[in-house]
């Protein structure tokens, strides 16, 4: 058979469509809204070939419309768990020593499809089970999803390409085996590019993967299975289980041949499982690869300099597109006092002119639903009391009802305490905090910025002025791994902004970027000498 040094098709950002009214893309993915919304289906687990069926389910509802059932999915017990782990160990030789250019087709012809007949299903499963716009699934579900398989592809063939010198008469190289075990890929709700990017990163470098996505994202999660099913990923790659992330996890971690974990989620529980990992260290056969990103208080700072519209819109698409619930969201804002009230008065015209939350489905919708009840009453907590503190005002919104959907009204409280409890708490939902500083205290508040928070994911400042913008880049290198300059702090574009954070952030392994592909893949240097010695004397010795 033929080889070659092949190059894979440039990757490129997928175009996001507009969706305005009359176009084809609006009146397809309405189409199949309605065909999923008025439909049940049964989700299974698919451990290798079979997709199995526990007998032990729960039930998927959109959030904004929580007592409409819109299909089940199977929960997993121990011995499937262990199952899984089998399967995909089982199917690792064969997988990993596959040509990298057969596995680089494979998410390629994933991509092809996201881009073409099951873009308006992975966008419509994405608007029902998250309560996503359709702008906000368009980005995510298909174009970022695109994009992470796209660019992951041309960034494996530049970790192949990487090699070291020779010397003369010997020839050095290297090569980049797959991790010796399996990767456990834990993915959060919010975003359905990372519930498929996690898994799929690390299959693409060789890996077989036991993966668990959230109770919350499952509906469009099952879509992503049938991309990677018709893109033709070969069975037990990639094995997938519902169920007690307790049991599931404690399963996992304690085989000797967990080899590495993929996480997006909360702080607490990726200190826990780091911890797990650490008391197993003893049974493993390899040190498990540990990745993640977790939380974030993520901040806008603006300069006396700074233009009052631009500085409401960040704060106003940053804090509140698609109800806060992104990791990068805008949620803690610093405003100088000599242009505080204007921007606020824009903040609030811009809030106001929003229709109440709904579903998406009514494209005229800007804010839907929060994910479920639990992260509702944790936000209404919230707002009550800063209904009820001295050191903080509600300047709009402010008010909630669950009776059909988990629906939080965008609000923004304005605080007299820069260490007030809604500036330092990740909440995840559509609450923004706003501190007033003195102009005059510029250097103190980008202090307080860098101090204030325990996390360190993304960040912005804005300002006209060049002097103040090289200050707060440098005064806020640590608290930000993504850090915006005159624009919100979120959208991460794969390719263009690699993605992730450190202090309580993460590991800062960039999702979208050759960097995290590293981490799933084991160098060996081979060394060749081609004129092998034959005494072992050397010259000094005379």
């Not at 975003?191 to 919350?216: C, E, H, Q, R, Y």
């Not at 631009?310 to 698609?322: K, L, M």
């Not at 991460?492 to 309580?504: D, E, K, M, S, T």
């Amino acid at each position: 058979m033929g080889k070659g040094f092949f190059q894979v098709p440039t990757a490129y950002n997928e175009p996001i469509k507009s969706y305005a009214p009359g176009t084809p893309e609006r009146e397809a993915v309405l189409k199949q809204y309605k065909t999923y919304y008025n439909g049940i289906v049964e989700v299974p687990m698919y451990i290798g070939k079979k997709k199995v069926k526990s007998g032990k389910t729960k039930p998927m509802s959109p959030p904004h419309d929580h007592k409409h059932k819109v299909g089940t999915y199977h929960i997993a017990n121990k011995s499937h768990v262990t199952e899984a782990i089998d399967t995909a160990l089982k199917a690792r030789d064969a997988w990993a020593d596959l040509n990298w250019e057969q596995r680089a087709a494979i998410f390629l012809k994933a991509a092809e499809l996201i881009a073409g007949p099951y873009r308006a299903k992975i966008n419509a499963a994405t608007m029902i089970a998250q309560s996503k716009t359709i702008h906000q699934a368009e980005i995510d579900a298909a174009c970022e999803f695109i994009d992470f398989l796209r660019f992951n592809v041309e960034y494996m063939t530049q970790i192949y390409e990487e090699q070291p010198d020779s010397a003369e008469g010997i020839w050095n190289r290297v090569e980049y085996r797959p991790l010796e075990g399996f990767i456990y890929a834990i993915t959060p709700f919010n975003f359905t590019a990372i519930a498929g990017n996690l898994p799929a990163s690390a299959a693409m470098m060789g890996n077989v993967v036991v993966w668990k996505p959230s109770d919350s994202q499952i509906f469009s999660a099952k879509v992503i299975v049938d991309v990677f099913k018709e893109a033709g990923l070969p069975d037990g790659v990639i094995n997938v289980i519902y169920g007690d992330p307790v049991m599931i996890t404690k399963t996992i971690l304690d085989s000797p041949d967990f080899a590495g974990i993929h996480f997006t989620g909360s702080t607490n529980v990726f200190k826990d499982l780091w911890m797990q990992i650490g008391n197993n260290i003893h049974t493993y056969k390899t040190y498990p690869r540990i990745v993640g990103e977790t939380g974030g208080k993520d901040f806008i700072v603006a300069h006396a300099s700074a233009n009052p519209k631009q500085v409401a819109t960040a704060i106003v698409r940053g804090a509140f597109e698609f109800q806060g619930q992104k990791c990068s969201a805008a949620s803690r804002m610093y405003l100088p006092k000599s242009k505080a009230n204007k921007i606020l008065e824009l903040v609030k015209k811009d809030v106001e002119s929003f229709n109440p939350p709904g579903s998406p489905e009514d494209m005229s919708n800007f804010i839907t639903a929060v994910i479920h009840e639990g992260s509702f009453d944790k936000l209404a907590k919230y707002i009550d009391q800063a209904k009820k503190d001295k050191k903080a005002k509600i300047l709009v919104g402010g008010n909630y009802d669950k009776s059909k959907g988990y629906f939080i009204e965008p609000t923004v409280i304005v605080t007299t305490d820069p260490k007030y409890t809604t500036m330092e708490t990740e909440l995840f939902g559509p609450v923004a905090t706003v501190y007033v500083y003195d102009d005059k205290d510029w250097a103190k508040t980008l202090k307080l910025v860098d101090e204030t928070s325990e996390y360190a994911l993304t960040g912005a400042v804005l300002s006209a002025d060049r002097y103040a913008i090289e200050e707060a880049t440098k005064a806020l290198q640590n608290c930000a791994g993504n850090f915006y300059i005159n624009d919100k702090p979120t959208g991460a574009v794969v390719g263009q902004q690699p993605f992730g954070g450190a202090r309580a952030s993460g590991t800062n392994d960039k999702a979208g970027s050759a960097q995290n592909l590293l981490r799933w893949v084991s160098p060996r240097l081979i060394k060749e000498t081609f004129v092998t010695p034959v005494d072992y004397r050397y010259p000094f010795l005379g």
